[in-house]
């Protein structure tokens, strides 16, 4: 079967971190440029970051750029979004998705303008005092 499975969300202050892992069964993430996703209640979805296949080039949406990053680990099969000092505003459900289009070169067209062939069902991020 063939899937994607987002995991370790959860609640975290304000500042603290989170480490998020995008698994894959049935198929290869390194076939795949990967983009993490966020989508908050009332709000559109919108990019966070994506990694190329061979994890030679990363991009990230202004909001997070200094904040996250974005990592592959081919052993296991996983893309991991690492976040640190985080901010309500983080707070989403995330999502990472996988796509056979290639490194465009820039933000928006490398993570934004694919058409994603596989989606994960999410993990939740709450940041709260």
């Known amino acids: 079967q063939v899937q994607l499975v987002e995991s370790g969300g959860g609640l975290v202050q304000p500042g603290g971190s989170l480490r998020l892992s995008c698994a894959a069964s049935?198929?290869?993430?390194?076939?795949?440029?990967i983009g993490w996703f966020r989508q908050a209640p009332g709000k559109e979805r919108e990019g966070v970051s994506c990694?190329?296949?061979?994890?030679?080039?990363?991009y990230y949406a202004d909001s997070v750029k200094g904040r996250f990053t974005i990592s592959r680990d081919t052993a296991k099969n996983t893309v991991v979004l690492q976040m640190n000092s985080l901010k309500l505003e983080d707070s989403a459900m995330y999502y990472c998705?996988?796509?056979?289009?290639?490194?465009?070169?820039?933000?928006?067209?490398?993570?934004?303008?694919?058409?994603?062939?596989?989606w994960g069902q999410g993990t939740q991020v709450s940041v709260s005092s």
């Open positions: 049935g198929f290869s993430l390194e076939n795949y440029n």
């Open positions: 990694i190329s296949r061979k994890g030679d080039t990363t």
């Open positions: 998705a996988a796509t056979l289009w290639g490194d465009a070169g820039n933000y928006y067209d490398t993570c934004i303008t694919p058409t994603y062939d596989y």
